[in-house]
């Protein structure tokens, strides 16, 4: 890699779970106001599943220090019109990839295509692997191998119907690996994903927040960094440290230049759970977290639940976020002999009750792909933002629990 490489702008694609792109372009205009990058870094267009952005190489450092929301940051390396898997080889055959990396390095090819020709994916990936292969054979007469589980270079193409662009990955591993995790529940909620619905939900840090299905802690864990300036790759290595002209000062001077927080004089975080081993989960992961402040929890079922403060009602609203289980997952004390769908419809009832009677005063907010969830609450939503988990489609249900007004009207007798 050149010298002049470090004060190259370069362009860059973020992905997101879809339906996060604006909280991810808000973000990292955030990012950029808050750190060295304010310059350098600029915000681009979002497309679904991600944001356009620009910047120096250092920029990236940031983006993968700071963001919650990203799921890897990508370097722009070439775009143009294809029309078969020859013009893909060219193309990547055509990269400087020895500026970037040593034939020493392990490499991985994804790609992802939408209305793409091609008939085939794995041949496509397949070419561009050759090509980088054979341009280290061209020039050293080696060539990098392929490690598909811990690579250290991966290499994303993207295909629509006439473009193809071919990225460096600077993260490495996905960023929603944030290097604290250490133990799950079933079906752990993804931590970017919890972060894009705590930034949806309008919390900020010194606003009461509570999780009563709180499983291993992702909600409450992203909340507490948030509030002690803990930046999520904090502990956690990239993609971009293994690149050929690294800058090492320059990555410890983005990391110096973090800035703690002070911590609450009294907890505004609170989780529960009806599992005590969900509970002492969510206690590992808060201090592997590097949370050092008070997080309260508190075994119990949700049906059950109190507001964890007296005194909560005000401004700002307290909110509750949670992501409820499903299916099985909410029979774990249950009775054995009812059918699951009885206990899923007998819980959510009992749950509604439980916010008419006891949340007066709160938002309250749950993500669920089941969209029938406010039928079954009894309850009226005041606004439904659509998120995919996955590949699974859900909502960002909106309840405001103002008494007496939430109730869903009863179907009128004909």
């Known amino acids: 890699m050149s010298s002049t490489t470090a004060v190259k702008n370069y362009s860059y694609f973020c992905p997101c779970p879809r339906g996060l792109e604006i909280a991810l372009a808000e973000e990292l205009n955030e990012i950029a106001q808050q750190t060295a990058s304010a310059v350098t870094l600029k915000v681009h267009t979002q497309v679904p599943g991600g944001v356009h952005c620009s910047g120096l190489l250092t920029d990236a450092y940031s983006i993968n220090l700071h963001s919650r929301i990203a799921s890897r940051v990508l370097l722009r390396l070439a775009h143009g019109s294809y029309k078969n898997e020859n013009d893909i080889y060219d193309m990547a055959l055509a990269q400087e990839w020895e500026n970037w990396f040593h034939v020493s390095h392990t490499i991985r090819v994804d790609v992802t295509a939408v209305k793409s020709p091609l ?37 994303v193409g993207f295909l629509d119907a006439h473009n193809f662009t071919l990225y460096l990955d600077t993260s490495g591993e996905a960023l929603f690996k944030r290097g604290w995790r250490d133990e799950t529940g079933e079906a752990p909620l993804r931590e970017n994903l919890a972060a894009g619905l705590l930034r949806t939900s309008g919390w900020k840090p010194g606003t009461i927040l509570f999780d009563p299905m709180c499983g291993s802690g992702t909600i409450l864990a992203e ?42 004089a009294h907890p505004t975080i609170f989780g529960s759970d009806i599992s005590g081993d969900m509970v002492e989960i969510t206690r590992h992961n808060l201090r592997s977290a590097g949370i050092t402040f008070d997080v309260p929890l508190k075994q119990i079922e949700a049906q059950e639940v109190k507001p964890p403060v007296d005194g909560a009602i005000g401004d700002p609203t307290p909110i509750m976020l949670t992501n409820p289980p499903y299916g099985e997952r909410i029979g774990v004390r249950g009775d054995s002999a009812m059918p699951t769908d009885e206990i899923f419809t007998a ?44 590949a699974l489609e859900c909502r960002l249900f909106r309840f405001d629990m103002v008494a007496g007004y939430n109730r869903r009207e009863e179907a009128k007798p004909k």
């Open 119 to 155: 008939r085939s994916l794995e041949f496509t990936t397949l070419k561009i692997k050759d090509a980088i292969c054979d341009r280290f054979r061209d020039q050293f007469n080696e060539r990098p191998s392929v490690d598909t589980r811990e690579p250290d270079m991966r290499i």
């Open 347 to 390: 819980f959510f009832s009992a749950f509604g009750t439980t916010l008419k009677q006891r949340f007066a005063g709160w938002s309250v907010f749950l993500f669920s792909a089941d969209l029938s969830l406010p039928k079954l609450l009894r309850l009226k939503e005041a606004r439904k933002t659509p998120f995919f988990n996955g």
């Open 223 to 264: 909340a507490a960094q948030i509030l002690a300036g803990i930046p999520p790759g904090i502990k956690r290595s990239f993609g971009f440290e293994k690149f050929n002209d690294f800058k090492a000062a320059e990555w410890q001077a983005v990391k110096a230049a973090v800035k703690a927080l002070p911590l609450p």
